[in-house]
């Protein structure tokens, strides 16, 4: 792994933890608790299309789940070199674990971006 990308991986890592661990626990909240228990009103399905609708919205849920994709990423290839000593699959693991993030916020821009208009 390049030396000059490591500390962008970094800030990928830490950005994707700190969205982790402040917006999940509030949309776990709503959609797990809030919404089925009736302590809030559900939202209409026509209320969240609209919402999604709007190029603000489609930025906040890239946001929300590409960046912890790329912490995942982070995390699980120090998990490979540390936790089982894989040091010799370097560079096999590194494009594994990126390469999946990027992959999977492709396939979130993609549905974000064609999701019906």
Same mark, same amino acid.
């Given at each position: 792994m +390049?030396?000059?990308l490591t500390?962008?991986?970094w800030l990928?890592? +830490?950005?994707g933890g700190t969205v982790a661990a402040l917006l999940f626990p509030m949309h776990a909240l !709503? #959609?797990?608790?809030?919404?089925? &228990? %009736?302590?809030?009103? *559900?939202? +209409?399905y026509e209320? !969240?299309?609209a919402l999604v609708q709007h190029p603000i919205t489609r930025i @906040? #849920? $890239?946001v929300l789940i590409s960046l912890p994709l790329f912490h995942w990423a982070h995390r699980f290839? @120090?998990? &490979?070199?540390?936790? &089982?000593?894989l040091y010799h699959l370097t560079n096999f693991i590194a494009v594994l674990c990126y390469g *999946?993030?990027? *992959? %999977? +916020?492709? *396939?979130? =821009?993609?549905? &974000? !971006?064609? $999701? =019906?208009?």
């Open positions: +390049s030396e000059r500390p962008f991986l990928l890592f +830490s950005a !709503l #959609i797990a608790l809030a919404f089925p &228990l %009736g302590w809030l009103p *559900a939202p +209409s209320a !969240l299309h @906040y #849920i $890239f290839r @120090y998990t &490979l070199y540390d936790g &089982l000593q *999946a993030a990027l *992959a %999977g +916020s492709a *396939a979130m =821009a993609y549905v &974000l !971006l064609t $999701f =019906a208009q």
